[in-house]
C-alpha cells in the first residue's frame, strides 16, 4: 500500500505558520532542496489543501523557465510538472485542472481508494488544514518534520484541534547545517 507522508517546515514550538501566516523564519538551502528531492524521487502524487495548492500553480508551471531559475527550481518543477495532484477542498472545480484531482467529499472512502492504488508514495506538502483533516481521520502514516531553531510563540500550530491519540515511531533524524533538524516518524497503527 502507499504510503501518505507529511513534509512539513516546523517552529521548535510547533508552528508551521506566523500569526499572519508569514513563513519568512524558515530556513531552506540545497542541501535541504537536495534531500527533499530524496523523496520526491519516491512519490508520484502530491497532496496539498486548496490555498497551498493554489500557492504552489502560481509558482512551479513555469518556474523551470525563468531567467534565475535554480537547480532545485528546475528538479522541482519537473517533477511538480509530472505527478498527480490531490487537492483537499469544497469550493474548487476539478474543471480546467492538469493532471488534479479534487476530493472534496468522502475523504476517508476516497483517501484509502488512492493509497490501495498502484504507485509510489503520497506527499503532503504543507498545507496544515489538510494535515488535520488527515490526522483527525487517521489516514497518515508518516512525518517529515523540518525543525527550524526559532521560538514563533504563536501562529498557527501543526498539531491542532481534537485529534486521536497518536503514537509516532522516529525512524531517523538529519541535522543541516543551518541548524534545522529533520525529524522521520511513523504513526504506529494499534
Known sequence: MRK???LMHISLDGFVAGMNDELDWIHVDE???DFVATMTNQADTAL???ITYEMMQNYWPTAA???NASKHDIEHAAWYNQVSKLVLSRTM???GLINTTVISDRLVANINKIKKQKGKNILLFGSPRAVHSLQNEGLLDEFWLFVNPILLVNGRPL???VFPKTKLKLLESKTFSGGVIALHYETIRE
Open 93 to 95: 472545480s476539478e474543471k
Open 31 to 33: 542541501a535541504i532542496f
Open 159 to 161: 498539531f491542532w484541534g
Open 4 to 6: 501518505l507522508i507529511v
Open 65 to 67: 523557465q525563468q531567467p
Open 48 to 50: 496539498y489543501g486548496r
